[in-house]
Each structure stands twice: as structure tokens, then as C-alpha cells.
């Protein structure tokens, strides 16, 4: 079985532990080396990425995380996730960092301050299927290069699109939070499975 750990220096870890244990894999919080050390592939949740930025740092899992990621262990970030795995970030603060695992620039807060949280229906482009999404204050991909595979888009305030999910190479970054299910409606777990499947 697959071990799958979750970044857990800060945000919703707890709901990415029970999608990845619901996809099959044994799931685990990552806060120290020989844990970042013992998984197959590592989720960034949601929350804040000044903050998880800092935390790496304190922690000394800055550097170990990001040669893992160049090294191809899957990974996958949404939303602060998403702008950890970023290599050029717009609204970013002062000396904040990023693992620059996926070539794309990515604009924090992208909808707004004033949206604090939306759902939207996507279209989740590798099936055409739809997929019910969960925005909270949320980036989206400003840019990316070509080899960077757009997996989902989104309309912004002006209703120009954006593409709220990504993949490149091992890395899967979304601007939504599929870990969390709407009100009454069963967890989508397709993002999940994606990681599992790269593992
Ligand atoms: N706005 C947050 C940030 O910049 C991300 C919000 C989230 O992860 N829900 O890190």
C-alpha cells in the first residue's frame, strides 16, 4: 500500500488525511524529515502560504521537500498548496518563497479579498466530466508554460478564464479544495486518485 503524507505544519490536513485514506493509501502527517522521508507522494493543503513558506523553513523541511519534489515524488498542493508549488507568484509578501515545482505564475487571492469562499461547477478537461469545486480566497494560474497540462478552468470576477487546475510531470496543483465535499454531497476524490495514480 501506498503512503501518502500530508504537509501538516498548518491548514486543513485533516480532511486531505481522510481523502487519501478514502483513495486506498496509508496517509500520515509530514511535520519532520524521516517523515517527509518515509512517503511515496505528500499533499499541501490549504491555508496559509505565507505561513506553510515560514514553517518550512523553521522546520528545516524547506530545502529536503523541494529536492524530493525536483527528484519526482508526486506531489500535490491545493490552494496555499498551489501557490507553494508555483515558481513565480503575483501578490506574493515580501520574501516569501515557493518550490517552484510547476513552471506557472500564480496570483493569490486571484478572485478577489471579497470572495471569501464560492462553489462552481467545472468541467475536469481529462474526461469532460463535471466536478463541483470549493473556492476559499483562492489563487488561479496567471500563466504557465506549454508543457504545464490545464485540467480545469474557472471564470474570474470579469469572466475571463483561468485555469484553476494543473498537472506537470508528477505535480498537481488546484486552485479549489477538493477535499472538501459540498453540504449533503458524497467526497469527489478524482484529484486524490490522480496523485495515487502517479505514485
Ligand atoms: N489566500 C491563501 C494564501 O495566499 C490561500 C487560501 C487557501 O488556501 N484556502 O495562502
Do not use: Y
Not at 10 to 20: K, S, T, Y
Not at 119 to 138: C, N
Not at 151 to 173: E, F, Q
Amino acid at each position: 500500500m501506498s503512503t501518502v503524507g500530508v504537509l501538516a505544519l498548518q491548514g486543513d490536513v485533516r480532511e486531505h488525511l481522510a481523502a487519501a485514506t478514502r483513495v486506498g493509501a496509508t496517509a500520515i502527517g509530514v511535520r519532520r524529515l524521516a517523515e517527509l522521508e518515509s512517503v511515496d507522494a505528500l499533499i499541501i493543503p490549504g491555508g496559509e502560504s505565507t505561513t506553510i513558506d515560514k514553517l518550512l523553513r523553521a522546520f528545516d523541511l524547506f530545502e529536503p521537500l523541494k529536492e524530493r519534489i525536483h527528484a519526482g515524488m508526486p506531489v500535490m498542493g491545493s490552494c496555499a498548496g498551489m501557490i507553494m508549488l508555483a515558481t513565480d507568484l503575483v501578490g506574493g509578501i515580501e520574501g516569501q518563497q515557493s518550490l517552484a515545482a510547476i513552471p506557472m505564475t500564480v496570483r493569490r487571492n486571484a478572485f478577489g479579498r471579497q470572495v471569501d469562499s464560492a462553489e462552481t461547477e467545472l468541467v475536469w478537461e481529462p474526461d469532460g466530466s463535471a466536478m463541483h469545486a470549493t473556492f476559499i480566497r483562492a489563487p488561479w494560474v496567471e500563466a504557465c508554460s506549454p508543457e504545464v497540462e490545464i485540467l480545469a478552468t474557472a471564470a474570474g470576477p470579469d469572466g475571463t478564464r483561468h485555469p484553476v487546475a494543473v498537472r506537470h510531470g508528477s505535480a498537481i496543483a488546484t486552485s479549489f479544495h477538493p477535499e472538501i465535499a459540498a453540504p449533503g454531497a458524497v467526497h469527489d476524490d478524482r484529484v486524490h486518485r490522480l496523485l495515487l495514480d502517479l505514485i
